[in-house]
């Protein structure tokens, strides 16, 4: 009896302290490099206008925690590498509006992060995930997503479409429908007077008020380009959220194309 005891009183304190970590790595802080998340100031959408876009949730051990990423062909997605960092299992979503159903779910183990990828400044903040029996794709809500050409440059003043199922204000709650909003990019030598270690392999994209922004979960989700419908980047980082004077980071894809071609063929 009191074997049963313990082990009913152990199996909740593993359930309440997966919920505190789930939730800490999903958590956003005043540090200037914040790797945990990075919608706010959006819209609800659906996934018929963002068919590449799918939902991870990332598996370590008994712990979850949420990501978002894009599909870059039947057998790969594509997301950010922070995301990955120690995960024995990804569970990827696809072709749902919503977070936690609908659309059809993928499982794996099979995944890699850049070889270069600098968890201090967030450098090559990459990974590929393989799904082994590959994603149907129908071309209505699930979709391959276009990617840049190698060494392509991204002009200030772009306009990206950034989309998830991230916090919609910042220590807020994550949210079930998916969301989307719409930033301007600006140049490197602006954003570094917010972050000094940006590297050419990053980009920044705000609206200068502040009041727009990806946000804790939406990490790994893809930015693309509004009027090419190309993948400029990955949501990489940022301090806070939506707040004016800090915009997000995102991964510039153009300056890790070959490593991506390589892998997956695309």
């Known amino acids: 009896m009191e074997k049963s005891l313990f082990l009913s009183y152990f199996l909740l304190f593993c359930l309440f302290v997966g919920d505190v970590v789930s939730s800490v790595l999903n958590r956003s802080t005043d540090d200037p490099i914040n790797i945990d998340g990075r919608i706010v100031g959006g819209y609800n959408t659906t996934i ?10 990332l598996q370590k051990d008994l712990f979850y925690s949420q990501c978002g990423g894009s599909i870059i062909s039947e057998k790969y997605v594509l997301t950010a590498a ?8 990804i569970h990827v979503r696809a072709g749902s509006t919503l977070a936690d159903s609908g659309g059809t779910e993928y499982s794996t183990t099979r995944y890699r992060k850049h070889p270069f990828y600098n968890p201090k400044n967030n450098d090559y903040d990459l990974g590929l995930i393989n799904i082994p029996g590959g ?7 699930t979709e391959a997503v276009s990617l840049p050409d190698a060494g392509s440059t991204i002009a ?3 306009n990206i479409l950034v989309s998830g199922w991230g916090f919609t204000k910042e220590d807020g709650q994550t949210s079930e429908n998916l969301m989307a909003v719409q930033v301007t990019t600006i140049s490197n030598d602006e954003c570094r007077k917010t972050y000094s270690t940006l590297t050419t392999r990053q980009f920044c994209a705000a609206v200068p008020e502040g009041g727009k922004d990806s946000c804790q ?11 090419s419908g190309v993948q400029l980047g990955i949501v990489s980082f940022g301090t806070g959220c939506a707040r004016p004077g800090y915009p997000g980071v995102y991964t510039n894809l153009a300056r890790a194309r070959w490593w991506i071609k390589i892998i997956t063929g695309v």
């Open 82 to 89: 922070h995301c990955l960092e120690g995960m024995t299992k």
């Open 48 to 57: 018929e206008d963002v068919p590449y876009q799918v939902y991870l949730s």
């Open 217 to 227: 979960g939406d990490s790994g989700g893809p930015a693309v380009a509004t009027e």
């Open 156 to 158: 200030t003043g772009t």
């Open 135 to 141: 994603i149907t794709l129908n071309n209505h809500t």
